[in-house]
């Protein structure tokens, strides 16, 4: 058949879809069942079409003629709607609950497979290994079918989460055992659990892996394609298919499971790699192509049914229902039963019983279910007759879970009111619609006079708002507690974080590794709002401020090794997150205070804004500690964050011009050029020179200047430099007591054990006690900033001192104050400080 007609019955199709939405909507049909009635007719009259116009005829004919195969099923339509479906989802939420998603996608898959197989080898004839390839073919979810019913009646977004994790993973450990099992059937290996495991393993971990990487590449490639906005979308879609192509074909893992995790990777991290044309359109782009590819992979698996079910019989019917059975009873095996297991354990979390009775009759098969049986078909080495049991069953089976799970699960989900609003979103929903409401009044009523319009119609218009306001005046914020109303808040505040990191981003104010820090760590701030409130801000203010693992990595990697390039990137990348945080802290208060106020009261929002003061005050000694130790990198930082600003308020006002036609394409084009090279230097950024090198230290350290060459040159081999970080704690009783530090720039508070403290600066020592037997007259030392230190060991300065009579002298002179105070301190209660001591 020419091409021709090929275009004609594809396009013909998509035709057809275009009005299957818009149907199902209006009579409150699943779309996915929707489509399978649809196909399920197609399949009937494409091979009898005589009757049809000329019109109608050919586009059934070129129907026909599309011979789709399983491979077209798998290598065309597969790979993109699992790249759609990953890229939407949320990592955080998923990874939140990872143990329930893998207990759904792989043991019960496995348990699928377990309970139908030896069933049906027990009431059939077929044979164990038959039996269980086709219980690894039916254990496979649909995410389009039910995620789509989902979507329509509003469920909540965590079961969203779990449905949707579940039939990703699942599909690859389905596809794996159908795989492995497929090669028994047909005589090319022996059945063993060692070769069933051994194998599944191999593709799921390396799926995993190649994934990933690939990922990661395409990332890598984005931050190349910036401001291409066709190229990086484009890669997005290649990648989709090289990442199931490249691993299923050259490395010999599971395709699936790469192309879920390269979709995930993508919509994490790569989002904060592409342009922000890009990413504002890649969702609307993946959701067309996902429409475009779910619609039709069910429409042709459909129409497959007809030639699949044409000669069943009432002993096939059994087999069918009892499937049916069957894997409603495995898939609740692992809800009710592995699922509260698992939550015993770190891995799982919670998962209520209105979420598992959805989870359980929410478990619809589809179209790769009819492509795996359609894989069994056309295989010539698998038996006809099982070719014939495959294809019935499966059929039938997936007929059954969207005509019997699909159509009531709609209603399952009403009657279990996860459709409906939180008690705490409704109120908010009410609040908010009463505060619109009155600004609508006046608004109106200031249209009314601007255009002259009546009396009489602006009252009717009014009206309207009265009698919508009088229902919520008595539904207000009296349904909320205190607590709950400081948590919505909180939580609101906490979302509008997120969307001010990503407009910074996309001003291209900070790079991509910064951005996806502050997304993180944004998102993990939100997280634990919803959870634990005010409380849970207030401990998450904490952990928005720790060092991140890099950086403790790293300036382990310096004091071992005494490599330092890794952790001067470390604290630039610091300088810019918290010059970042500290920008959004202060925008978080000015909208609390004209957004949030309105909706959720005075007295609340109060509470709210000094919560973020305090963060707020936080943020800036942190950054304070940094600005004074290095002041000249911090005032670069300050520079280049301006003049990014500068130069994004200059392309937003050419782009403006340019809208408004003020300007040509050419002109707007050449005045970008223009500012690219005006503000080129922003984006060169110095090395944060950390100075952590002895012969640099050491002459910042006075009392090395009294010291002779000699005496100055020995000690300078054996001072280690380190960098303190701010309230670290360099000395207890317990650890580092046969250590002597130096303090070359920076400030350590000597604790006393009185609770009082000493400060020692640049220029001065501590530890020397050791050598006197009195370390454990000083409870601890800290950092009160970021300390340079240079550390000598008690060993080496023994060795030292015991050469050096004047190097000791002076040693012996600073301990000698500090082991009198002591002395003081236990006779009268209190310390006197060094410098009123006469040692003498």
Not at 314 to 343: D, E
Request: glycine share 6%; with cysteine; net charge neutral.
């Amino acid at each position: 058949m020419n091409v021709g007609f090929i275009v004609f019955g594809l396009a013909g199709l998509l035709t057809l879809v275009c009005f299957l939405s818009p149907i199902a909507v209006r009579i409150k049909l699943p779309y996915s069942v929707l489509l399978a009635i649809v196909g399920f007719f197609l399949g009937i009259i494409v091979h009898t079409h005589s009757w049809a116009p000329l019109l109608v005829s050919d586009f059934l004919e070129s129907l026909g003629s599309l011979k789709i195969s399983s491979e077209t099923f798998l290598m065309v339509f597969l790979p993109v709607l699992l790249f759609e479906t990953a890229l939407s989802m949320s990592v955080r939420r998923l990874l939140d609950d990872i143990g329930p998603i893998l207990m759904m996608a792989i043991v019960a898959v496995v348990v699928c497979t377990i309970v139908v197989g030896f069933t049906l080898n027990e009431i059939s004839s077929y044979g164990l290994v038959s039996c269980l390839l086709l219980g690894s073919i039916v254990a496979t979810t649909d995410p389009v079918a039910v995620v789509g019913i989902f979507r329509e009646v509003g469920a909540p977004k965590r079961l969203t989460t779990l449905v949707e994790g579940e039939s990703l993973f699942n599909d690859a450990a389905s596809i794996a055992l159908y795989t492995v099992l497929l090669v028994v059937l047909v005589g090319k290996a022996e059945l063993s659990m060692k070769t069933v495991v051994n194998d599944f393993i191999v593709l799921f971990i390396g799926g995993g892996i190649a994934g990933y990487v690939m990922g990661r590449f395409a990332c890598f490639l984005f931050s190349w394609l910036r401001d291409f906005p066709a190229a990086e979308i484009t890669l997005t879609l290649t990648l989709a298919y090289l990442s199931f192509f490249i691993s299923e074909h050259y490395l010999h893992v599971s395709g699936v499971v790469a192309t879920v995790i390269a979709g995930l990777v993508v919509g994490s991290t790569g989002r904060t790699r592409m342009s922000s044309t890009t990413s504002k359109y890649l969702s609307k782009f993946w959701g067309q192509i996902g429409f475009w590819a779910n619609s039709l992979i069910f429409l042709f698996s459909a129409m497959l049914i007809p030639r699949f079910m044409g000669t069943l019989d009432l002993q096939m019917l059994k087999l069918i229902l009892i499937v049916f059975v069957v894997t409603l009873l495995a898939r609740a095996i692992v809800i009710f039963g592995f699922l509260p297991v698992l939550g015993i354990t770190k891995l799982g979390t919670t998962v209520n019983l209105p979420y598992k009775s959805v989870m359980l009759w929410g478990g619809l098969r589809g179209a790769v279910s009819l492509a795996l049986a359609l894989a069994v078909t056309e295989n010539v080495l698998v038996p006809e007759e099982l070719r014939h049991f495959i294809a019935i069953v499966t059929t039938g089976f997936v007929l059954m879970t969207l005509f019997v799970n699909g159509i009531t699960l709609r209603p399952l989900i009403k009657i279990l009111k996860l459709n409906e609003l939180s008690h705490i979103e409704t109120t908010i929903r009410n609040q908010v619609l009463g505060v619109t409401l009155e600004e609508l009044q006046e608004r109106t009523e200031e249209i009314a006079q601007t255009e002259h319009i009546g009396k009489d119609s602006l009252e009717r218009v009014q009206a309207v708002f009265r009698s919508s306001l009088s229902r919520l005046h008595d539904v207000q914020l009296a349904q909320m507690n205190r607590e709950e109303r400081i948590s919505a808040g909180l939580a609101i505040l906490s979302q509008r974080e997120q969307e001010m990191f990503l407009d910074i981003l996309k001003a291209k104010l900070v790079d991509e590794k910064v951005a996806d820090t502050l997304l993180s760590r944004a998102e993990h701030l939100e997280d634990v709002v919803r959870i634990k409130g005010l409380y849970g801000f207030e401990s998450a203010i904490e952990y928005d401020l720790h060092y991140s693992i890099s950086f403790r990595v790293s300036l382990w990697f310096q004091r071992v090794f005494g490599i330092q390039f890794w952790l001067a990137k470390n604290l630039g990348y610091r300088f810019v997150t918290l010059m970042s945080k500290r920008s959004v802290a202060q925008r978080l208060i000015c909208f609390a205070k004209e957004q949030v106020s309105p909706i959720l009261g005075e007295e609340i929002t109060e509470i709210i804004i000094n919560a973020h003061k305090k963060r707020l005050n936080c943020i800036e000694n942190a950054l304070q500690a940094m600005n004074l130790q290095y002041p000249i990198y911090a005032m670069y930082l300050q520079e280049v964050y301006l003049g990014r600003a500068a130069f994004e308020l200059e392309r937003v006002r050419y782009l403006d011009m340019l809208e408004n036609s003020l300007i040509s394409g050419e002109v707007y084009d050449d005045l970008i050029t223009k500012s690219q090279n005006r503000w080129k230097h922003i984006d060169k950024n110095p090395k944060l020179d950390i100075e952590l090198s002895s012969s640099e230290l050491i002459k910042k350290v006075p009392f090395f200047h009294e010291l002779s060459p000699k005496s100055l040159k020995a000690i300078s081999k054996l001072l280690k430099p380190i960098l303190a970080l701010p309230d670290q704690v360099v000395i207890t009783k317990e650890k580092h007591s046969d250590k002597m530090y130096f303090v070359a720039s920076g400030a350590v508070a000597m604790h006393l054990p009185d609770g009082t403290k000493i400060e020692l600066g640049s220029g001065e020592f501590f530890g020397e006690l050791s050598l006197f037997g009195q370390a454990h007259l000083i409870s601890k030392v800290t950092s009160l900033g970021y300390s340079k230190l240079l550390l000598l060991s008690a060993k080496d300065l023994r060795a030292l001192l015991s050469k050096d009579s004047a190097l000791l002298e002076l040693i012996e002179n600073v301990a000698r104050q500090r082991i009198l105070a002591i002395d003081v301190w236990r006779e009268h209660g209190s310390i006197i400080p060094d410098e009123d001591l006469d040692p003498s």
